[in-house]
């Protein structure tokens, strides 16, 4: 995705680095709830596996901003700078 938006112009290299040096701390609750107790492994189930973790994701820091944890600066969406406390 970033080298389709540096290849119309809409994404610097300097703005594509400080997206790759962006640290994110998900607990790891995060994973194991969205794994199904006593479910196959097959092609199917790996792929819902993968899609509940996106989404869980999402849900994690949409609600991370709406609590206030995650604030937004010049068009990007940053962490504040207590990282200790932001993932609690």
Known sequence: ???SLK????LTEQAAQQIDAIE?????SLIE???HQ???ITGDAVSNFAN???E?????FVKKQRTG???KKKGWWRLPKCRSTCFR
């Open 1 to 3: 995705m970033k080298q």
């Open 7 to 10: 290849d119309v112009g809409a």
């Open 24 to 28: 994110f701390s998900l607990p790891f």
């Open 33 to 35: 709830d969205q794994i």
């Open 38 to 40: 006593g479910a196959l």
């Open 52 to 54: 509940r973790v996106a």
């Open 56 to 60: 869980g994701t999402k849900r994690y």
């Open 69 to 71: 944890k995650i604030i």
